[in-house]
């Protein structure tokens, strides 16, 4: 029902900063939560950070809490993820997700999922 497209991703030294974006199909993003998450080669896919329909409230797993942040923008059935002072173990594939209503940490909380963007941060 809902198709998302993440894009952004792409090779970067420690320290650099990227803006990842997501955008939805169909007209009702507003009405869904947003999540961005990650995996890393030999490891389980794991939570970055969300937010609620209306962006009023952003959520982030503690590695990253201070350096990434959330926005949308629900006209533009946008949801990015603005990643600064990148660290090598930030270096994974990025997938955004979605799930009606109400905001959740979890993976298996989300129904919709995006193909995923490469993310690479060099020491």
């Known amino acids: 029902q809902v198709q998302l497209v993440e894009s952004g991703g792409g090779l970067v030294q420690a320290g650099d900063s990227l803006l990842l974006s997501c955008v939805a199909s169909?007209?009702?993003?507003?009405?869904?939560?947003m999540g961005w998450f990650r995996q890393a080669p030999g490891k389980e896919r794991e939570f970055v950070g969300a937010t609620p329909t209306s962006g009023s409230a952003r959520y982030f797993e503690d590695s990253v809490k201070g350096r990434f942040t959330i926005s949308r923008d629900n006209a533009k059935n946008m949801v990015y993820l603005q990643m600064n002072r990148l660290k090598p173990e930030d270096t994974a594939i990025y997938y955004c997700a979605a799930r009606p209503r109400y905001v959740s940490s979890s993976v298996r909380d989300y129904e919709y999922w995006g193909q995923g963007t490469q993310v690479t941060v060099s020491s």
């Open positions: 169909g007209r009702t993003f507003s009405t869904y939560a």
